[in-house]
């Protein structure tokens, strides 16, 4: 008879796990148009059983990813550690130049993220970094690993894993 080991998922796919924002991707001679989508996110962890039950507390997850949903809801997506575009702070403007082409947002309407492009894929790590500081906050640092998925349209996702050393 074979060994098997044991682990346990859990996974958060809420409605209410969304944003809707602004951003274009921009590279080195190539800048998309400013558009917008109505991002889907969702949360997956590995971990042991614990003590209680289960792995991690699915009210304490949800609570955390709402928060994070909250905070780029109507925004521009802004990379501030871009490689092609300057950022600068202007009175209560943030203003994007990109090869000549200017952009000016009220900084209430903008928010500057440590990613170098606004993608899915970068926006699901960065969201990966912020739900485990969040966790690790409210004493949870058992999981093995954790998982976002950054949806920008039905279909259309980008999943960024995050392992424990």
Known sequence: MANFEES???????DYLKFSAAHFIAYPGFRERLHGHNYRVSVAAGGALGAQGYVVDFGVVKKIAR???????????VPARSDCMTIEERGTNIVLNYEGDEFLFPSADAILLPIIHSSAEELAQYLAAELETELEAEGIDSLHWIE???????????VYRRERN
Do not use: N, P, W
């Open 8 to 14: 346990f998922r859990v996974q958060v796919t809420k």
């Open 67 to 77: 928060k994070l949903c909250d905070r780029l809801d109507e925004r521009v997506l």
């Open 148 to 158: 976002i998925g950054v949806e920008e349209s039905f279909g259309q996702a980008a």
